[in-house]
Structures are given as structure tokens and as C-alpha cells.
């Protein structure tokens, strides 16, 4: 089976194939560009067809499988509606599979699932790494609101951070914003 | 507590009504709270529609009537109470057309440059290599009214030249680059081309049918029936926010809502040339005045009139190479709900037309539609043609048009 996977994030797209070339009798073709990518989708002729939602070349593709006589089997959107809730869930996990006409639910089914599925780990991926920079940049706020109370007080880096977390918990806010606010208003006094 | 609304959209000018209605807090005074879901092509807008991810999707009103009659996917009954406005798109040439076809920089008269482009769409016919026009998507207006203009010049689409899709954000990418010779497109994108000195605006769509119906409001039939309070309050609140855009004082303001990075993420300057009908055609060029290239409130533009759905259905008949069938004219016919639209605004101060229908096109001088108060005026409807949409005579004007 010749699967292509049309996602501009290089990275998620490796995942997604590294997932199905653990599956048997699968041909995988992965196309992060949208450069030339309708002749590429001819050269491939593919079976199946895997693309992100988020991707702006979805509707110059569909367009093509609609129109074109350039591919020999038309290729839909894979909507089977025996099974909306399989539908359902993909769009829910951001993709959007196309497969050619007359290739068996049956067959498509454990490719969506582990194609799926990788999506979505890949989305958790992303989160905890977004959480992680997030914390990583807080880090670097309250050591920088430490500095500017160690110089300006001049007091000792752990009676710098005392003083910012009794600020935090007296005002019922986040040490982290309360090191922000004295970054700030460091800024705004013109003294960095 | 508000009521909740998820509305999907695409980075557009014309998603202007319920972003104003959201941003000013409009919907706040009907109770009701909408949040968005923004994506880069209309395929995703509609599958989060069909598959629940938002309750209501700005979408090109042809492709509401596609997808009620199964064209492309499996047919799902979408619904359509009310009309984001008219026109407001542009056909852009790359520099090179442009030149061929001696543009003096002002918006073409579309009878003259339709005839000069069909010299030019010869002479590359001959030569082996069509001219090729993106649109946005094959059931958009902007594929029927380019559509329309060139057949209407004696141009044959996908004949005489090409028609392809292009994603919106790449089209002035794509002229430069030579992949097409000219786009029909909504703004900011043309004007978006013309600054980045890719090409030259030189047509309105207002210029080809001068009451185009674009974007509207739509929802999967059923959810419309469920949610049907929320449905009637933005529609009053998105009434309020046209008022309010079309109001000179506010464009500023208004453009400035409607640039961010969370809407159109587009330069101010260039949002506010299209919501002002006044545009910059050519690069470095100067400001043109163009009334009514967008239209979005007067004169009841937002009232889902059956006849525009029935002018759509005759083109897609028209460009999918299909034949009349009474039932499916019936099942586009209904996609558009002036019922909805009436009894959200009943009890208001807003005129609301007695009629469902109207002859499109035949208004070339000023005319009168009854409302619930008397009458409101409707000015010049015409298409660049001449020609007028009788809907009771929907077969025949098919059949005419082959």
C-alpha cells in the first residue's frame, strides 16, 4: 500500500512514518513541502493519503483529487459512514485522511488508528514542551528579579528570593509575577 | 450566563461582522459569548463544522450549497440565515498581464478588458501555455464571478485558460513567481500582492455582478434547530456590528480589531484600504475610491435572499457540468434561511423584506422592496452583462447559459 503524508511540520511527519513502517506492506512517502506538491502526489500515486488540518494546501488537494485525470484512481476524503466516530476522532487528533476509491474500510482502519495516534502523542509532545519552555522562561524572570534586589538591596540571593515569595504569598499571586513586576519596573526606571 | 458560541474562520476581511460583533461586546448584550476556531483552508473550516468543533463557520456560500448537495463528500443539509456581506474580492494580474493587456492603472471596464484579454488568452492558447487563474476554492463566488465575467467575454474557463485552486496567503507569492498570471481573491490578498509588487488589482468583483452574494453564515441544519436562541442573538448583534463598520468614524478602530495577529494578521494599513472601498491598485500607485466594493450592511445586505441561492446553484450546475434536477435546486433553494433572519430581527427597528426572492440583476436604476415598515431602497444590482436571474425561470436561464 503506497501511503503519502502531507504535513508541513517535518518533525511529526517522521514520527507518523516511523509509526507505519512498523505496519506490513506499507510504502511511505513524506512530503513537508507544499513546493511542486501536486506533481509529486502523481508521481506517488498513493492509496492513502494522510494530511494535517492545519495545512493551507487542503483545498488545492482536494480540488485535485477532485478534478484532475492525472491520477488513475480518483482518490475522497475518507468518510465511510458506517464508522462517522473513526471520522470523528481524526479530526479530533488534526488529520485528515483521503483514501482511493474501492480500497476496503477494513484496510484503512488500523493505518488511521496508528496514524492517529501518533498524532496525538506528537500534540502531547508539543504541549509539555511549550510547558517546559514556559518554565524555563520563569526561571530566568526570577533570577533577574534576584539580581536587581541583590544590587539594589544589597542582600543575599536566598533573602531575595525569601523576599519574593512572602511578597507573592501575601498578595495572593505567583512568584513569578511578582518577579516580573520588579523586572518591569526595573525597566521602566531606565536602570538595567 | 452567556450562552456559548464557537464560530470557525478564515484570516479575511470579510469575517469582519461577527469578529466586530465579538470584539465591540455586541453579543454580550444578547447574552450570548462567541469564541473562534481560525484555520487556513476552507476543507478544515467545514470539517469542524460537519464534525462539531464549532457551531457556526464563516464559508463561501457556494460551498454551503455544495456541501448540502453532496458535491466532493458525502451530502450533509448546511444552513444559511445570514449573508456576511457582498462582493469585497478583486482579480489581480501579475505586472506582465497587466502590461499586455495596457491597463492604465484604474479598475478596468470589465466589457474592454474582457475583450482584451481574450486577445491575450489566444495569442497564449496558441502558443501552447494557457493563462491560469487561482481562485480560492472551485465553490467560491470568486470561481463563479471570474466565471462568469470571462465566459461572458466570450472566454472559456478551463478552455481558454486555466482554473486552479491556490490557497489565499500564497497567491501574490504564486504571481510573482510566474505559477499563475492572475488571481480572484478576497481581501487583504490583493492588496497584499500590489504591495509586495506582484501585480495589479484591475478588476472588482462588484464590477461583475454589483450585489455578488460572498461569504455567509453557516451551520449543519440540525445544530441550527438546537441552538436556534444563540443563532437569532448573533444575528442581532452582527447586525449592530455593521452599523458600526460601515460608519466612517469607527474604520480605524475597526481595522485596527481586525489586523491582529488572532484575525486576519495582515497590516492595518492594508485592512483598512479594503473595509474604506479604497483601494490601492497599483504598486506605489495612489488611492482609488471604489463604492460598495464591500457590502455589508445597507439595504439588507445581510438577508439571505432564496434567488442568490438559486444564481449560485445555476452556476455550480453550470461549472460541474451538470443537468437541471428540480429536486436539487429545491434542497440549494433552502439552504438560505430568510426565515431565521426575519424572526431574529422581528420587533427590531431593522427592515426585513416581505419577499424571499428577488430578479437578480434587474435593478439598474433605484428600486423599492417592501419591508415590514414600508419599503427600503435597493440601488443598481446589475451584472456587468446586462443580463438578469429570473428565479422562477431558474431551468431556462441554465439552459441559456450552456
Known amino acids: ?65 477532485a478534478v484532475s485525470r492525472a491520477l488513475d484512481h480518483p482518490i475522497a476524503m475518507f468518510v465511510d459512514e458506517s464508522d462517522d466516530d473513526s471520522i470523528a ?29 501518533r498524532f496525538e502523542a506528537f500534540a502531547r509532545l508539543e504541549a509539555e514542551l511549550a510547558a517546559a519552555q514556559g518554565k524555563l522562561a520563569e526561571r530566568e524572570t526570577i533570577d533577574k528579579a534576584k539580581r536587581i534586589l541583590m544590587k539594589s538591596k544589597g542582600v543575599s540571593e536566598p533573602a531575595a528570593y525569601t523576599e519574593l515569595r512572602q511578597k507573592a504569598m501575601s498578595s495572593n499571586r505567583r512568584i513569578v509575577d511578582i518577579a516580573d513586576a520588579v523586572v518591569t519596573a526595573h525597566e521602566l526606571m531606565g536602570d538595567t | 450566563m452567556n450562552q456559548r458560541l464557537t464560530n470557525g474562520l478564515l484570516p479575511l476581511v470579510d469575517e469582519c461582522l461577527p469578529i466586530l460583533a465579538h470584539d465591540h461586546g455586541f453579543e454580550e448584550d444578547e447574552g450570548l459569548e462567541l469564541t473562534f476556531v481560525r484555520d487556513v483552508s476552507w476543507a478544515t473550516v467545514l470539517d469542524r463544522l460537519l464534525y462539531g468543533h464549532s457551531d457556526a463557520a464563516h464559508l463561501l456560500a457556494p460551498l454551503a450549497i455544495a456541501t448540502t448537495l453532496g458535491r466532493g463528500r458525502p451530502a450533509q443539509s448546511l444552513a444559511a440565515p445570514f449573508v456576511l456581506g457582498l462582493n469585497g474580492n478583486a482579480v489581480t494580474v501579475s505586472n506582465e498581464l497587466a502590461n499586455a493587456l495596457a491597463t492604465d492603472g484604474e479598475l478596468g471596464d470589465p466589457q474592454q478588458l474582457g475583450a482584451r484579454l481574450k486577445v491575450v488568452a489566444q495569442e497564449k492558447r496558441d502558443a501552447g501555455r494557457r493563462l491560469r487563474f487561482g481562485v480560492v476554492h472551485r465553490y467560491s463566488s470568486h470561481s463563479y464571478m471570474l466565471r462568469y465575467w470571462l465566459a461572458g467575454c466570450d472566454i472559456i474557463p478551463d478552455e481558454d485558460v486555466e482554473i486552479v485552486t491556490i490557497a489565499p496567503p500564497f497567491s501574490a507569492d504564486a504571481l510573482k513567481a510566474g505559477e499563475i498570471d492572475g488571481s480572484c481573491v478576497g481581501e487583504p490578498w490583493n ?59 469607527n474604520w480605524d478602530t475597526n481595522a485596527a480589531i481586525l489586523a491582529r495577529p488572532e484575525y486576519c494578521d495582515a497590516p492595518h494599513q492594508l485592512v483598512r484600504r479594503a473595509i474604506s472601498d479604497r483601494l490601492v491598485l497599483t504598486p506605489g500607485g495612489p488611492v482609488r475610491d471604489y463604492p460598495d466594493f464591500m457590502f455589508q450592511y445597507h439595504e439588507a445586505a445581510n438577508f439571505p435572499w ?85 428565479p422562477d425561470a431558474l431551468e431556462a436561464y441554465i439552459t441559456a447559459q450552456k
Not at chain 2, 429545491?330 to 427597528?349: K, M, Q
Open chain 1, 89 to 117: 476522532a481524526s479530526i479530533d487528533a488534526g488529520v485528515s485522511t483521503y483514501v482511493v476509491d474501492g480500497l476496503s474500510a477494513k484496510r484503512i482502519q488500523p493505518l488511521l488508528r496508528m496514524t492517529m495516534q
Open chain 2, 191 to 249: 492588496s497584499i500582492a500590489v504591495e509586495n509588487g506582484a501585480g495589479q488589482i484591475v478588476l472588482a468583483t462588484a464590477q461583475i455582478w454589483r450585489r455578488g452574494v460572498e461569504k455567509v453564515l453557516a451551520l449543519r441544519a440540525e445544530r441550527l434547530d438546537e441552538i436556534r436562541p444563540q443563532v437569532e442573538s448573533l444575528i442581532r448583534a452582527m447586525r449592530r456590528a455593521g452599523e458600526h463598520f460601515v460608519d466612517p468614524a
Open chain 1, 1 to 65: 500500500m503506497r501511503i503519502a503524508i502531507v504535513d508541513e511540520s517535518a518533525p511529526r511527519a517522521s514520527i507518523i512514518e516511523e509509526g507505519l513502517k512498523a505496519l506490513d506492506g506499507c510504502e511511505i512517502f513524506t512530503l513537508t513541502t507544499r513546493d511542486g506538491l501536486l506533481a509529486r502526489i502523481a508521481e506517488i500515486a498513493p492509496d492513502i493519503v494522510f494530511m494535517d488540518l492545519g495545512n493551507p494546501s487542503r483545498d488545492v488537494l482536494e480540488e485535485y483529487f
Open chain 2, 306 to 390: 432564496v434567488s442568490q441561492a438559486e444564481w449560485l446553484y445555476s452556476q455550480l450546475v453550470r461549472w460541474d457540468r451538470l443537468e437541471f434536477d428540480p429536486d436539487e435546486a429545491e434542497r440549494a433553494a433552502r439552504v438560505f434561511r430568510p426565515d431565521i433572519y426575519r424572526s431574529a430581527l422581528a420587533g427590531t427597528n431593522d427592515p426585513l423584506p416581505t419577499a424571499s426572492s428577488k430578479v437578480e440583476g434587474s435593478v439598474s436604476q433605484a428600486l423599492y422592496a417592501s419591508t415590514q415598515y414600508g419599503s427600503i431602497l435597493l440601488e443598481n444590482n446589475t451584472f456587468f452583462d446586462g443580463k438578469s436571474f429570473d
